[in-house]
């Protein structure tokens, strides 16, 4: 196992970059924690396998370096970074029976028999194959052959860090649950560095200690799911986590007062917020009232989702979304929101501003 540094890494598929917008991959300075479990979660095309392939070594970056316990492996080949990496889609030996896959990664480091058929046994009952292990790999479905890839991703016990690329995408849903379980089990039990790329909130929020959060080729916040929630450090992460995701409201911010939808509200706090100013706060935080202070809104839509309601309202020609409870009535007097105490975030530029006071992240 082993702590992986970032340092000053970027990449650009293109020989020549010249802006930044040329770079799949901006720079990032980052230290992978050894032991931890993380997501990296991010829409598609964001940069998030550009990252784990230049960690596992399938890529060299065009910038910077990455270490692994202080050592420098940024043109070590992947052979030789002793890491294990399960990726989208099955990577099996089709002529081999489904032990001989699971088994290849010990073989191949000459590790005694009984202990092979140890770990393979253990491996495929995790997997859910343990009656399946003399049948050919040719001619199993694609969701059991990527079982197999995860299988053999999780067979060695001596790893460097564990990788991968979205691979429950294959995958049947009823099975997705299990194998995750499986996964957070194994880093349970051998505490290995982890980091599991997902485009699914869900997956990611699950499985991780923490949460890295990349949006258009940048990291944009490394958190506990609990500070993505309350504290997103960038209006990406408010409304990508959260279901329905975060409220955005164009604001003018003076100290500890903001003007939103023609609305003066006191903040509480004190803010110094330049450029394009928003007030960022989540649904489960928006209150629903009828006269008295807050934002003139209307409702125009109520969703009935199950364990709650989703109630849509139009605030000045910004759409906001409010969370009720199950049983909760919607009267049609409603016509102001407030903000309930702690669920404010201010941004400018799309950044979190911090109050005056608020002790660094
Ligand atoms: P993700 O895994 O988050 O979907 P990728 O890391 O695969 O994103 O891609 C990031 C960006 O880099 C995308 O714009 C993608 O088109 C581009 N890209 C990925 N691989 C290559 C490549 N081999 N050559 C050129 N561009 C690439
Ligand atoms: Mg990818």
Redesign the pocket.
């Given at each position: 196992m082993a702590k992986i540094t970032l340092d000053n890494l970027a990449h650009s598929?293109m020989p020549n970059p010249k802006s930044e917008d040329d770079f799949?991959?901006k720079e990032l300075n980052h230290d992978w924690t050894d032991g931890e479990a993380y997501a990296l979660l991010?829409?598609?095309?964001?940069?998030?396998?550009?990252?784990l392939n230049i960690i596992s070594g399938l890529l060299i970056p065009s910038q910077g370096r990455v270490l692994f316990d202080g050592q420098d492996v940024t043109h070590a080949p992947t052979a030789d970074r002793n890491i294990a990496q399960v990726f989208q889609f099955p990577v099996v030996y089709d002529t081999m029976t489904v032990e001989a896959n699971l088994a290849f990664p010990l073989k191949n480091r000459r590790m005694d028999t009984a202990e092979i058929t140890r770990r393979v046994q253990k491996v495929a009952a995790m997997i859910g194959m343990e009656d399946q292990l003399n049948r050919k790999a040719r001619g199993l479905t694609a969701d059991a052959k990527q079982k197999i890839s995860l299988g053999r991703g999780m067979v060695r016990e001596d790893v460097n860090a564990l990788l991968f690329?979205e691979p429950l995408t294959v995958i049947d849903p009823h099975m997705k649950w299990e194998l995750r379980t499986q996964l957070k089990k194994l880093h349970a039990d051998f505490g290995h560095t982890m980091i599991y790329?997902t485009?699914d909130q869900t997956e990611a929020l699950t499985f991780a200690d923490k949460v890295v959060v990349?949006h258009d080729?940048r990291v944009v916040q490394i958190g506990t799911p609990q500070e993505l929630f309350e504290r997103p450090a960038h209006t990406f992460v408010g409304y990508f986590i959260g279901s329905p995701g975060m409220n955005l409201l164009d604001a003018k911010i003076d100290g500890r007062q903001a003007q939103v939808a023609g609305a003066t509200i006191d903040l509480g706090r004190d803010y110094d917020a330049k450029g394009r100013t928003q007030i960022g706060v989540r649904p489960e935080f928006i209150t629903l009232h009828s006269g008295g202070e807050g934002i003139p809104a209307r409702v125009t839509r109520v969703e009935d989702v199950g364990r709650h309601k989703i109630v849509r309202l139009d605030a000045g020609g910004t759409p906001v979304s409010a969370i009720a409870g199950e049983g909760e009535e919607i009267p049609t007097s409603i016509d102001r929101i407030r903000f309930a105490e702690g669920g404010v975030n201010i941004y400018a530029d799309d950044w979190r501003v911090a109050p005056a006071g608020e002790a660094a992240a």
């Open positions: 598929y799949a991959l991010g829409a598609s095309g964001c940069g998030k396998s550009t990252l690329d790329v485009h990349m080729g």
